[in-house]
């Protein structure tokens, strides 16, 4: 992988799982973990792109979109300083990085994190986590924008419905990035540590 790299990970939060269970493919978690843990130990920048709403709603768009309209419906959903906007305790470690939206479904708009990758000096950024449906489209379409290359773990991502889900990762994801597996990415790290 050229230029340095950093590790998104798109919400992997209490709240999203937890609301949407048929995001839990098998293997979405342990194969995030194993990634993360990975990362870690290389000394590659792991961000967790967290989305949350103020219980006010200040800052987020609440009718510019059917899918916010029918998630605002419950007026605790997803609120700034409850549980449910925590990333799982499996993945989160203590030097990692948060990257919080209030609005939209893709981390970069409205955020620091683009000015926060290039701080660090990342060219390259690998996506994983939640969703195929809007969430890791939006990252690597806008990260491609900024000038980023893109690489989404293949088997660390999930959708919905699955057909669906694989569809966007085949017909629209592999246009943005590259596409590749837990066991190859840990592959490629470990063979980038011994050709140094």
């Known amino acids: 992988m050229s230029g340095a790299v950093a590790v998104l990970v798109m919400e992997m939060q209490r709240g999203v799982l937890g609301s949407f269970p048929d995001l839990c493919w098998p293997g979405l978690i342990p194969n995030s973990a194993a990634l993360l843990t990975a990362a870690r130990a290389r000394g ?5 792109c967290t989305a949350a709403f103020r219980a006010d709603r200040a800052g987020t768009h609440t009718d510019n979109c059917p899918f916010i309209v029918r998630l605002l419906r419950d007026p605790a959903h997803m609120l700034e300083g409850t549980p449910a906007v925590d990333v799982l305790p499996e993945l989160l470690g203590p030097g990692d990085l948060e990257s919080r939206r209030y609005h939209g479904f893709s981390p970069f708009t409205g955020t620091t994190l683009d000015a926060r990758l290039r701080a660090l000096g990342v060219r390259h950024v690998v996506a994983l986590g939640v969703s195929l449906n809007l969430g890791i489209p ?4 806008e990260a491609v924008n900024l000038g980023y290359r893109v690489t989404v773990v293949e ?3 999930s959708g919905m419905p699955r057909e669906y889900a694989l569809a966007v990762l085949k017909h629209t994801v592999s246009l943005l990035a590259t596409r590749t597996t837990t066991a190859a990415l840990l592959a490629d790290w470990s063979a980038a540590e011994v050709t140094r």
């Open 155 to 157: 088997d660390a991502v």
């Open 138 to 141: 939006g990252l690597a379409l």
């Open 44 to 48: 590659i920048p792991v961000v967790h």
